[in-house]
């Protein structure tokens, strides 16, 4: 590693201790470091200081590491999350760990693993309005006083069901352990190549999940609700938890696996079920 972006949720880290800490291993390491800090508002980093990047240490939790996948994995950066909060599934190494973290990335003493994506996009009256990847998942609910919502779930341009819930969230198996497990969705080794699919307190016995290839392509048509016309435009659509638009009926909601990865590092040795034993223990 000679070149290596240091990203800091300032919240996180207001005091820039462990950042400091990383930065002067880094440093001592022999490798030439860039460092910037975030915070929650922020979706991009400044393209220019992903030239010539070998890796990225992210300071924070996993919804730090989220509000940048998308990018260094375009740009084909790996990720280091350091976690500064609770147990994270994706920033696995711990605050207190920071010098051997680092000792093994310039070692090379770690391992990268490819974290599936998946692209969305919206349309509106047959034009897509835009597209974007998510890390975790793609959500559609209710807003406001609506209290339910209809919509027909489309695989492969056949239609599957028609459902009145409360939304519907297209998972990654990196994004089962987020909304997808309280929802009651299945748990999925984040390693896994699959697109899951859960209805949110849907109103029918048929209520389980789907779990489907991660080349297929499934499409939301959100249809009309039997309230007042006021309502029906209170609807919307996030990304990785951030809004990205409200939602009317007619719109469709198209979600497949993308063609990116995100690279995480991995140093642990412990495995994905240890560190959801872990988790359930906490909750």
């Given amino acids: 590693m000679k070149k290596i972006l240091v990203i800091t949720n300032r919240y996180k880290d207001s005091e820039m201790f462990i950042t400091e800490k990383v930065c002067t291993h880094l440093k001592d390491g022999g490798a030439e470091v860039i460092q910037t800090t975030v915070d929650r508002k922020m979706n991009t980093l400044n393209d220019a200081l992903l030239g010539d990047v070998d890796c990225a ?3 924070g939790g996993d919804g730090t590491i989220m ?3 998308n990018q260094l994995s375009l740009a084909d950066i790996p990720i280091l999350g350091i976690n500064m909060g609770h147990v994270g599934y994706l920033a ?11 000792g093994r990335l310039l070692s090379g003493d770690y391992k990268v693993q490819k974290r599936m994506m998946i692209t969305g996009s919206l349309k509106k009256k047959g034009k897509t309005v835009f597209t974007d990847t998510a890390v975790n998942d793609v959500v559609i609910t209710r ?3 609506l209290q339910v919502i209809h919509f027909n ?9 028609n459902y009145t819930a409360d939304g519907v ?3 990654t198996p ?3 352990t987020a909304y997808n497990l309280s929802a009651g969705g299945p748990i ?3 390693g896994a190549e699959i697109l899951i699919v859960t209805p949110i307190s849907p109103h029918t016995l048929m209520n389980r999940s789907l779990v489907l290839n991660a080349t297929d392509n499934v499409e939301i048509e959100v249809l009309p609700t039997h309230e007042e016309e006021e309502y029906e435009e209170m609807m919307e659509v996030d990304f990785d938890g951030k809004e990205y638009g409200k939602l009317f009926p007619g719109d469709r909601v198209g979600v497949t696996g993308a063609d990116c990865h995100v690279k995480m590092i991995c140093m642990n040795e412990v495995s994905f079920m240890e560190t959801l034993h872990r988790k359930m223990k906490e909750s």
Avoid: C
């Fill in 57 to 59: 240490v992210i300071l």
């Fill in 67 to 69: 509000q940048f996948a």
């Fill in 92 to 102: 696995e190494v711990d605050s207190n760990h920071v010098e051997e973290a680092i």
């Fill in 143 to 145: 807003n406001g006083r």
């Fill in 153 to 161: 779930i489309y695989v492969n341009g056949n239609l599957l069901k």
């Fill in 169 to 171: 969230i297209l998972s």
């Fill in 174 to 176: 990196t994004g089962s």
């Fill in 188 to 190: 999925v080794d984040p």
